[in-house]
């Protein structure tokens, strides 16, 4: 559930790619906001917008995924006046290319963009105004992380990254991420600290940790990463 008062919120999941996809709203001008969505479920997303009746003016990655094909090129199409949103060191064409302190504004609400590469150079988290929910990309996972052995990959950083920007957030912040693939929906900033196997680690142990996961490349790399290149938009 949504602490902010007026802040519709829905987290949509789609099976194939375990990844989350949420939807935030202002409840009184309808103006929203979605963030990371999936090709496959573009259908479901926009029924409950419509069913809703929001006025979606932002979709927004926060990163170029590498396993599954963004929505957000498509959405374009069918939404009118919909910008698409996505880092500036992400090499990824949108229409509007986010840095540290950016603010996206939907009504009276707002995301600020945190930096946080590590995973990919392209990597950010999105903070609503209060603090109250930090979403996190493949930066942070719950009692995890995001892997750090391609698409410009690097455990120092990503490391420093969740110290410095979103360990650095209040203990009660719910961390929302991209993935989970245990069921887990969601965590706070203070769990993680306590409890992430890998980010309770010295930098040194943590370095060691993700250099030696061994991990296949996702299935969907070789597509994925090309299409989400171009906002997704390509021939499928």
Same mark, same amino acid.
């Given at each position: 559930?949504?602490?902010?008062?007026?802040?519709?919120?829905?987290?949509?999941?789609?099976?194939?790619?375990?990844?989350?996809?949420?939807?935030?709203?202002?409840?009184?001008?309808?103006?929203?906001?979605?963030?990371?969505?999936?090709?496959?479920?573009?259908?479901?997303?926009?029924?409950?917008?419509?069913?809703?009746?929001?006025?979606?003016?932002?979709?927004?990655?926060?990163?170029?995924?590498?396993?599954?094909?963004?929505?957000?090129?498509?959405?374009?199409?069918?939404?009118?006046?919909?910008?698409?949103?996505?880092?500036?060191?992400?090499?990824?064409?949108?229409?509007?290319?986010?840095?540290?302190?950016?603010?996206?504004?939907?009504?009276?609400?707002?995301?600020?963009?945190?930096?946080?590469?590590?995973?990919?150079?392209?990597?950010?988290?999105?903070?609503?105004?209060?603090?109250?929910?930090?979403?996190?990309?493949?930066?942070?996972?719950?009692?995890?992380?995001?892997?750090?052995?391609?698409?410009?990959?690097?455990?120092?950083? &990503?490391?420093? #990254?969740?110290? =410095? %920007?979103?360990?650095?957030?209040?203990?009660?912040? $719910?961390?929302?991420?991209? *993935? /989970?693939?245990?069921?887990?929906?969601?965590?706070?900033?203070?769990?993680?600290?306590?409890?992430?196997?890998?980010?309770?680690?010295?930098?040194?142990?943590?370095?060691?940790?993700?250099?030696? &996961?061994?991990? #296949?490349?996702? =299935? %969907?790399?070789?597509?994925?990463?090309?299409?989400? $290149?171009?906002?997704?938009? *390509? /021939?499928?």
């Amino acid at each position: 559930m949504a602490v902010t008062k007026g802040l519709l919120f829905r987290q949509l999941f789609e099976t194939e790619s375990c990844t989350y996809t949420y939807l935030l709203a202002d409840t009184d001008t309808k103006e929203a906001v979605i963030i990371d969505p999936v090709l496959e479920t573009i259908d479901r997303d926009l029924k409950l917008i419509k069913e809703l009746g929001l006025n979606l003016t932002v979709a927004v990655n926060t990163h170029c995924h590498a396993d599954h094909i963004t929505s957000t090129g498509r959405m374009k199409q069918r939404v009118a006046g919909l910008k698409s949103a996505i880092s500036k060191f992400s090499g990824a064409s949108a229409d509007i290319h986010l840095k540290e302190g950016d603010k996206i504004t939907f009504g009276r609400h707002f995301l600020s963009v945190r930096e946080t590469p590590g995973h990919t150079n392209g990597c950010i988290t999105l903070v609503t105004g209060d603090q109250s929910m930090a979403f996190t990309g493949d930066a942070l996972l719950i009692r995890g992380c995001g892997r750090t052995d391609f698409q410009q990959g690097c455990a120092k950083k &990503l490391y420093q #990254s969740i110290h =410095k %920007k979103i360990f650095t957030l209040p203990e009660e912040c $719910l961390i929302y991420p991209a *993935h /989970d693939y245990l069921g887990q929906t969601v965590s706070t900033v203070g769990e993680e600290r306590k409890f992430n196997p890998r980010l309770t680690k010295s930098i040194e142990g943590f370095v060691d940790i993700m250099n030696n &996961l061994n991990l #296949s490349s996702p =299935k %969907k790399m070789g597509i994925a990463v090309p299409a989400n $290149l171009v906002c997704g938009v *390509h /021939d499928v």
